[in-house]
């Protein structure tokens, strides 16, 4: 029989290649992860939405940057790009797109009131967090202007949160935040530090490393055959065809904000391969044909939107199609209202000038569109004909080589996360207390890393408070009203 320290020493022996087995895995974890993709939805501070659109500043907002809103008073920040360490619970993520606030016009046509937000960045680490961003803003009183990049803004109420040990997507929803001193002198003087500000939710997609690419073994046919496609695909294109074409198109922001508010009290579906780009729907796989020289299109693409709500709401759009001619596009649609289809109704017009191919894409960006009279009919009378809706933007691959514009990257959906813990529940909240309500597609209700494998529990999370319209406002309406203005001293 062997000996008791032979014994022994086999046990350790076994012990350490096990350990040697597991040890790289265990590594490979805990590693610093890429932040790739992902959404930040924060209102800033909601009364401050209503001062500017209300009766005293007598103002307006704007997104830019491919920003988008969600809900009642959110704005959605997207294409999120960074770094998560999951050993130390460390984060660091930019998003992109902005506000651009004004009000208080002036007789000389420029504005008292004039501040942009734009690129925020969630910087966590050690228990604090702090958000930044870019802003440039009018001091009030002198007129001066000033231009900050990444001023930290507003500190996160993290009391209660582990952010250690997380996969993917890391999801925080309702996170309180206040004003900074910082913060405060960027916001040009209209609130004080320690002001609270809107909750922030984010959720962002991490990957580890990409692994290296194997060495790849040539292969005569393969080669033969793709050789065969790509000759076919240009005797298409010498036809003028195409088979890589997109749409994109948000319909209109305010219809959005009314199906998801408090009147609406709804939602929309994408189907049949429609994408979500925050402040816009994508329909690809487009198809069809386009004349370079005459700068005209006839494309059909995928996709459909269904937007259901409140008040018997009910409207799905299907079988995009885009027509372009003498400098103007039309685009026209399925439509399913109330239970009966109505197929190729023209909604849009729009703006098509120098629609000629660059770098092999034949592309229009943001073109200002209008509702026809059809598209006003399907609607249901919503809106009247002319309603300016929200611009479209087309992307025709006319050569091989060309490439489709990216969709903002708004990452996974989030996972709901687990109920919070006894102890985050009586902790006492940093945030005012707010009515429950849906903020959109995809929100959350707790905070969770990695789709509820492990809670951070925000001490006291509330739910975002939704601007509430009055009965008379529908959702052509493009600002709200609100008596809760700025600090005057």
Not at 18 to 31: E, I, K, M, W
Not at 307 to 313: E, Y
Request: hydrophobic content about 35%; aromatic content about 6%; proline content about 6%.
């Amino acid at each position: 029989m062997p000996s008791s320290r032979s014994t022994r020493a086999l046990a350790v022996a076994l012990l350490a290649v096990l350990l040697g087995a597991l040890l790289p895995a265990a590594t490979a974890q805990a590693a610093s992860r890429t932040v790739q993709g992902g959404r930040l939805d924060w209102g800033i501070k909601s009364s401050f939405q209503s001062y500017v659109t209300g009766p005293i500043a007598n103002g307006s907002w704007s997104l830019t940057g491919g920003a988008a809103t969600v809900g009642g008073s959110q704005f959605r920040f997207h294409s999120a790009t960074g770094s998560y360490d999951p050993d130390s619970g460390a984060l660091s993520s930019g998003f992109s797109g902005g506000v651009h606030f004004m009000g208080h016009k002036k007789a000389d046509g420029g504005n008292e009131l004039d501040l942009t937000i734009s690129r925020p960045t969630i910087k966590i680490s050690g228990g604090g967090g702090t958000l930044h961003a870019d802003m440039v803003s009018k001091e009030r009183g002198t007129g001066k202007v000033s231009n900050r990049s990444q001023v930290p803004l507003a500190e996160l109420g993290l009391g209660g949160i582990n952010m250690t040990g997380g996969s993917t997507p890391i999801a925080l929803t309702d996170v309180p935040t206040t004003l900074t001193a910082e913060g405060a002198s960027a916001f040009a003087g209209y609130y004080t530090e320690g002001t609270p500000l809107d909750p922030v939710s984010l959720s962002v997609d991490t990957q580890g490393a990409a692994a290296e690419p194997k060495p790849s073994v040539p292969d005569e046919k393969k080669d033969e055959g793709e050789k065969k496609d790509k000759e076919e695909k240009k005797n298409k294109e010498k036809a003028g065809r195409f088979e890589d074409a997109a749409v994109d198109w948000g319909v209109r922001r305010t219809f959005r904000e009314y199906v998801t508010g408090s009147i609406g009290q709804g939602k929309w579906t994408l189907a049949d391969g429609a994408e979500d780009g925050g402040a816009l729907f994508r329909f690809p796989q487009g198809k069809g044909t386009y004349d370079a020289k005459k700068e005209t299109l006839d494309a059909e693409f995928s996709g459909s939107i269904r937007f259901t709500g409140a008040h018997d709401l009910d409207l799905k759009f299907a079988a995009m199609t885009v027509a372009v001619a003498k400098g103007e596009g039309t685009l026209s649609a399925d439509v399913t209202s109330e239970g009966r289809t109505t197929e190729n109704v023209r909604i849009v017009t729009f703006v098509a000038k120098d629609f000629a191919p660059k770098d092999g894409l034949a592309a229009l960006t943001e073109a200002p569109a209008a509702l026809t009279d059809d598209g006003a009919e399907a609607f249901g009378s919503m809106y009247k004909a002319g309603t300016v809706m929200d611009p479209v933007s087309l992307a025709v691959a006319v050569d091989e080589k060309a490439r489709l514009p990216a969709l903002p990257d708004l990452g996974s959906e989030p996972t709901a996360a687990a109920e919070p813990t006894k102890k985050a529940a009586e902790e006492p909240s940093a945030a005012p207390a707010a009515a429950s309500s849906d903020s959109g597609p995809g929100a959350g209700t707790w905070a969770a890393v990695g789709g509820g494998a492990l809670l951070l529990g925000a001490a006291g999370a509330a739910f975002f408070a939704l601007r509430r319209r009055g009965p008379g406002q529908g959702p052509g309406s493009d600002a709200t009203t609100g008596s809760d203005a700025p600090q005057t001293s």
